[in-house]
């Protein structure tokens, strides 16, 4: 039998381990992309459109395409998400309705995402084609924004809850009303842990594909409103990868996806530390 010291330590190696191959992991992933994909970046990479399908020129459509569905779909994701959020911590209590809303969202978040696709095409981009345009960043951008209900409304909800009850106490002592104590105390608290959820909604909507292809459309023409179909950088990797067989271009297409991943996690978290800092 050996000891609780010793037993400390081999529990404190193996987490290390852990740690250490999860970071090996993420470094060994990207790196082979850059060095499979660098040398594909350049200005006339990102700047000029696809020729042949894919095999030849640019992806500045792409790019475009990508930013479009990025904000659109966290345009209609976010408000609902944290809206959910405030009405089950903030309005309910713990009964059978706001159990039902739970279990809901988590059995909504374990639905594989060709579903998605299937519900999106059918009825974003048939049975709503005079609102959505069928195909189109619109319809795209619905979908995606179901797909990631469950992740902003669960990490919404664990970051209102962790905001002291003496705060929501103090301001109503103060006089403020339900909604001013939320929008005013609450909230502002809480935009850390709601920004977290923001970030890992764009991680899967950014690196989705299976749902897409079914209702973006995948053109490769430069999009100019969100009622035109498009083709994301993740749905350009595939198709360029496994229809066309460029994968020259699927790794420098792989390469700058990675760079927005980061350049958008980056970003979030220097907000929100600025937003902690002046919090505090």
Not at 226 to 255: C, K, N, Q, W
Request: proline share 4%; net charge positive.
């Amino acid at each position: 039998m050996i000891s609780p010291k010793l037993a400390e330590k081999i529990a404190k190696t193996l987490l290390w381990v852990a740690a250490i191959f999860t970071v090996l992991a993420l470094i060994l992933i990207i790196g082979y992309v850059f060095y499979k994909g660098v040398g594909k970046l350049n200005l006339e990479f990102l700047l000029d459109s696809p020729k042949r399908m894919g095999r030849k020129g640019g992806i500045f459509p792409t790019i475009v395409g990508t930013i479009y569905f990025i904000v659109v779909t966290l345009a209609i994701a976010t408000p609902i998400g944290v809206g959910a959020a405030i009405y089950l911590n903030e309005y309910t209590r713990d009964n059978a309705v706001t159990r039902l809303i739970r279990f809901g969202t988590e059995a909504l978040a374990g639905v594989p995402s060709i579903v998605f696709g299937l519900f999106g095409y059918a009825f974003f981009a048939v049975l709503l084609k005079p609102f959505t345009g069928g195909w189109s960043i619109l319809s795209g951008s619905l979908t995606a924004a179901t797909m990631i209900l469950p992740t902003l409304i669960r990490t919404s909800e664990e970051a209102l809850k962790t905001v002291p009850r003496s705060y929501r106490e103090g301001s109503l002592a103060l006089g403020a009303t339900k909604w001013q104590t939320i929008t005013r105390v609450i909230l502002p608290s809480a935009i850390p842990g709601i920004i977290t959820g923001v970030i890992l909604g764009v991680g899967r909507a950014i690196g989705e594909t299976a749902a897409l292809l079914l209702t973006l459309g995948g053109s490769l023409r430069l999009p100019t409103t969100i009622f035109d179909p498009a083709r994301t950088l993740s749905m350009h990797l595939y198709l360029v990868a496994m229809e066309v067989g460029a994968f020259d271009m699927a790794f420098g297409t792989a390469a700058i996806l990675i760079m927005i991943i980061l350049g958008i996690n980056f970003t979030a978290t220097w907000l929100m530390n600025r937003f902690i800092a002046k919090l505090s």
